[in-house]
T-cell receptor
Framework: DAGITQSPRYKITETGRQVTLMCHQTWSHSYMFWYRQDLGHGLRLIYYSAAADITDKGEVPDGYVVSRSKTENFPLTLESATRSQTSVYFC????????????FGPGTRLTVL | TQLLEQSPQFLSIQEGENLTVYCNSSSVFSSLQWYRQEPGEGPVLLVTVVTGGEVKKLKRLTFQFGDARKDSSLHITAAQPGDTGLYLCAGMHAGKSTFGDGTTLTVKP
């Protein structure tokens, strides 16, 4: 299917475990983003990528690692999950410039016990 | 960090009423976007405003960017239950976007 997909859609893990959230887009968009959305709040940028092998920190990068070996994939890894990382995580992509329309995936709801 | 404050945080109205939600900041943005998010889904872009004082209309929705490019408003005329959702504004500056916390709108039939 065309578009942007995230997996898994729901994940429950325990404190201290490593977790990887996957994001895949079929548009060949240059830019990809990871946001977290906490209950009652807007989106906060974790990391973004302007192209394959180019990544940069956003507003709240601590505790997260990203990579982008292929244009279409942008996985987000929580190296040692903490309860404060319980959130809904959204991946997004945009065609070229950072301020172009961002197309969001359906989100991954992560619970850290 | 540039902050965007949205108000009101929650709004519950009857079908057919008009409403306005606001997005304010002390910072200047190069452009501002409005998104709508439904439960269990990602945000979907409604509009981008770029020029100070700009007004854009999208059917029953009217978006305005402040003259100083620090604030914006979204006005909905004759709200419908299908307008229910979380409305987010996002300001763009120096290549990065900052989101407000959103206004949760409920339109009752």
């Amino acid at each position: 299917d065309a578009g942007i997909t995230q997996s898994p859609r729901y994940k429950i893990t325990e404190t201290g475990r490593q977790v990887t959230l996957m994001c895949h887009q079929t548009w060949s968009h240059s830019y990809m983003f990871w946001y977290r959305q906490d209950l009652g709040h807007g989106l906060r940028l974790i990391y973004y990528s302007a192209a394959a092998d180019i990544t940069d920190k956003g507003e709240v990068p601590d505790g997260y690692v990203v990579s982008r070996s292929k244009t279409e994939n942008f996985p987000l890894t929580l190296e040692s999950a903490t309860r404060s990382q319980t959130s809904v995580y959204f991946c997004a992509s945009s065609e070229s410039h950072l301020t172009d329309t961002q197309y969001f995936g359906p989100g991954t709801r992560l619970t850290v016990l | 960090t540039q902050l965007l404050e949205q108000s009101p945080q929650f709004l519950s109205i009857q079908e057919g009423e008009n409403l306005t939600v606001y997005c304010n900041s002390s910072s200047v943005f190069s452009s501002l976007q409005w998104y709508r998010q439904e439960p269990g889904e990602g945000p979907v872009l409604l509009v981008t405003v770029v020029t100070g004082g700009e007004v854009k209309k999208l059917k029953r929705l009217t978006f305005q960017f402040g003259d100083a490019r620090k604030d914006s408003s979204l006005h909905i005329t004759a709200a419908q239950p299908g307008d229910t959702g979380l409305y987010l504004c996002a300001g763009m500056h120096a290549g990065k976007s900052t989101f407000g916390d959103g206004t949760t709108l409920t339109v009752k039939p």
